[in-house]
């Protein structure tokens, strides 16, 4: 085996069920020991045992001729940050129990995806690898912080590679953390991690990078936009939720049109805020003391007034054009006069909140529960979260009113 | 005026603004005193204050011809039973206020569409008459038994006119507790009330008794398929869920195609269990010490903890393939440990659960969380109230199993 061959150079390995050729990769955390990590043209990461290598040839020099042992090469273009959270895009599979795990480094995410540098000169950073199932308000912040830090520094767009079960959520607070934006904040993700041969990993990081440099002062969400590899939606962040547990074609604007196009070429936006002058403004706190319910039949006073207790706001999921039951108005009454928020929403998702139609909804808003419009559950979470940590008053006011994007001035507020 | 006109009776109403042509309704419990209200070819009702009738005449005695003073007529065909439970296809506008109300009569429904006569021979009846966001589950027992009282006592199929908020629910709800069906059981609501234009309510109506007369064994959910009048979707009654807030088409199966369509005229159904011979069985009992519980960022152990005390058991819409923060985990063990069910669904609604590709899932599944496969969170929901009621033991395994086509048997359980 020839040892002399570094992280990103073109090899060509022989063993006894054949011949292998493609970028040899780094290894990482949980990379066994003893093997080699290989990216095929193909796409697939194949692992090759070290004991089972009868020949290592360097087809190029690569890395060392780009002088990056261990580090990525530097791009063309304009400078941007890729900002990594952990999740899929950033996942490798431990070979020793056979699961995903996040990447340690954002080096290892640069490699898996070369072709950013013809696109950019990219920054990688890891702010933390954490699955984002486990993504809590405290690390919306740290992304806010981040993401202004470096478009106040001079980067022309932000890339946040982060994980889909909550990258919906995450993109929705930047959304309203960040204001006077300079420059895109692009969240990005992958359904299918990149040793699979139907990632997408690859086509939405180059998509990603198009909408970094391109003119958009927004916080978008780029993911595949069918299950071909023909393109990607930019989603409005706080318009977007995964609307499937595997497709790649997964992320959907329910009440809106996605603000534009991607592909690894180029991007197309239609109906975008653009990006202003001067300094990004950040305000990144956000409550938690705010908690999202979902209305059934059977829900009771008892667990309605439990978790109303607990929290200084919650936001509903009711049912049809904003319900809840009748027999929960009471508790919900009681908990605004002593100053809680009560938002609600459709566990419908498509279509409005309209509480004018049937008694129901008239009897909540004379309890003082505030009609959400046609804003994801989700988002109206987090903006609530956003708002109670970061207003004084006018908070019912402020969660009627379109602050980024968020809903449709509403007919029927 | 010509007092001697009778309810259905076709009627010329001659005003100082024009003349009006169409069929004489009955009043119902909140009419306004002092009008008369007419079906108009057009499908529109309207209100005519007695005082600006310059002159009415009977054009054709409906009413009396059919000797219905105050009854519908008695249609031909399969006798069949409609069940009025209340919810906007049974809907009036309360002319004092503006406010849309439940009907307080099966007869006032059979009269707004008389062309029910010419499919089946309807009995109908007024079960109780709530807005579906008021059904708790003791109305789903109540509906359960109802129906199998009808098919077992001579009637080919039930109609349950229901409101649309929560008509998912309740028809999951009779999915598990009526089996061996020996006819179909049809839910069916309007998302526009019949006094407007664009109400879907007599096309939705007169396609569910289609089904109701067909050979569907199950129960199903009858509604358009689009937003044109072409024609209405059969979903099955545990696979589809309101997807819109005021659509028409708004009942979508996320995860499974309908089992078939139908219009006023006919009806196709593809893949569908067929009307079994004997008698239904009904086990109507449910709990409602489960709760439904929607997975965010900021969710503490706190509340988390609180639901769970207050539960039999849970159903948590997780995020993406059907995880919870870790954080969350070590409190789902404890209460599980103590004898509650917890299941597993997702918040995309779309695809299924699968906890072996994460760390997070799999620890999940050793904490004892029992995935939902691609069970909708909603008929979850449902389907574990009804076990906890029914079973003394194996609610695991019996919510891992499909039942009654509310899954798919699943790779991933």
Chains 1, 2 share one sequence.
């Not at 955390?29 to 009868?54: C, M, Q, W």
């Not at 305000?283 to 109303?308: N, Q, T």
């Amino acid at each position: 085996m020839d040892n002399d061959a570094s992280t990103g150079d073109r090899v060509e390995i022989r063993t006894e069920k054949g011949v292998y050729s493609g970028i040899l990769m780094p290894k990482h955390a949980f990379s066994r020991e003893g093997i080699v990590l290989i990216k095929l043209d193909s796409g697939y990461n194949i692992t090759i045992p070290e004991d089972e290598i009868l020949e290592m040839k360097i087809v190029e020099r690569i890395g060392k001729r780009k002088g990056i042992t261990g580090k990525a090469p530097r791009g063309i273009g304009p400078k941007i940050a890729l900002i990594n959270t952990g999740g899929t895009i950033a996942s490798y599979v431990d070979y020793r129990t056979g699961a995903v795990h996040p990447a340690m480094s954002s080096e290892e995410l640069l490699f898996s995806v070369l072709e950013l540098s013809g696109i950019a000169d990219v920054e990688a950073d890891v702010l933390f690898s954490v699955l984002s199932e486990n993504i809590k308000p405290k690390h919306w912040s740290r992304m806010a912080e981040k993401a202004a830090e470096a478009l106040n520094s001079g980067k022309e767009g932000v890339i946040i590679a982060h994980g889909t079960d909550t990258m919906g959520y995450s993109a929705a607070a930047l959304s309203f953390a960040l204001s006077n934006l300079n420059g895109p904040v692009v969240f990005v993700g992958s359904q299918r991690s990149s040793d699979r041969p139907s990632s997408d990993a690859t086509m939405n990081l180059l998509s990603a990078a198009q909408v970094a440099v391109s003119n958009l002062g927004e916080v978008a969400v780029v993911m595949h936009a069918s299950t071909s590899d023909d393109y990607c939606h930019v989603h409005r962040g706080n318009r977007v939720r995964k609307m499937h547990t595997s497709r790649r074609d997964a992320f959907v604007s329910p009440n809106s049109r996605p603000i534009g196009k991607a592909w690894p070429e180029g991007v197309e936006l239609y109906d975008h805020r653009k990006k202003s002058d001067g300094d990004v403004e950040v305000r990144p706190d956000f409550s938690d003391k705010v908690a999202l319910v979902y209305a059934y039949p059977g829900m009771s006073e008892d667990i309605l007034d439990s978790i109303l207790s607990r929290s200084d706001g919650i936001v509903i999921a009711g049912t049809g054009l904003g319900h809840v039951k009748e027999s929960l108005i009471g508790t919900l009454k009681s908990h605004i006069k002593d100053g809680k928020t009560v938002v609600m929403t459709s566990q419908c998702l498509y279509g409005t909140v309209n509480m004018n139609v049937y008694s129901t909804g008239r009897d909540l808003i004379k309890a003082g529960v505030v009609p959400g419009g046609d804003m994801l559950p989700e988002t109206a979470y987090v903006k609530l979260s956003w708002a109670l940590a970061n207003l004084d008053g006018g908070i019912a006011e402020f969660m009627r009113r379109n602050i980024a994007g968020e809903m449709e001035e509403a007919r029927y507020l």
